[in-house]
């Protein structure tokens, strides 16, 4: 299982930007996976920030994106994705997917068992 994710970059406060998590080695659909997006800022923890079942399609988001990011998933590209909207410097971080090996969505960091190596996101003026 590898995940691969990719699309960060720097983006000024109020931009958008799409993340993108490219999965091998499994099929998204074949069965339900939760799918996880994580994120870690300088000196903070490990945050979820939003989650998608693969099959199911049942979505988390924190409060703090709620309204702002959409998770969606591409099965047949075999791909994940986060729509980020409006931007601020607070979502500054290195963001992370992640896949469980159940579909019951969690944004507890500690319940994935695969992780992607992480982008970089910075929002800034």
């Known amino acids: 299982v590898q995940l691969q994710a990719s699309g960060g970059g720097l983006v000024q406060p109020g931009g958008s930007l799409t993340l993108s998590c490219a999965a091998s080695?499994?099929?998204?659909?074949?069965?339900?996976?939760?799918i996880g997006w994580f994120r870690q800022a300088p000196g903070k923890e490990r945050e979820g920030v939003s989650c998608i079942s693969s099959r199911a399609g049942t979505t988390y988001y924190a409060d703090s994106v709620k309204g702002r990011f959409t998770a969606s998933r591409d099965n047949a590209k075999n791909t994940m994705y986060l729509q980020m909207y409006s931007l601020k410097p607070d979502d500054t971080a290195v963001y992370y997917c992640?896949?469980?090996?159940?579909?019951?969505?969690?944004?507890?960091?500690?319940?994935?068992?695969?992780w992607g190596q992480g982008t970089l996101v910075t929002v800034s003026s």
């Open positions: 992640a896949r469980r090996e159940v579909g019951q969505i969690t944004p507890h960091p500690e319940r994935y068992r695969y």
């Open positions: 080695g499994f099929i998204l659909d074949r069965y339900d996976y939760a």
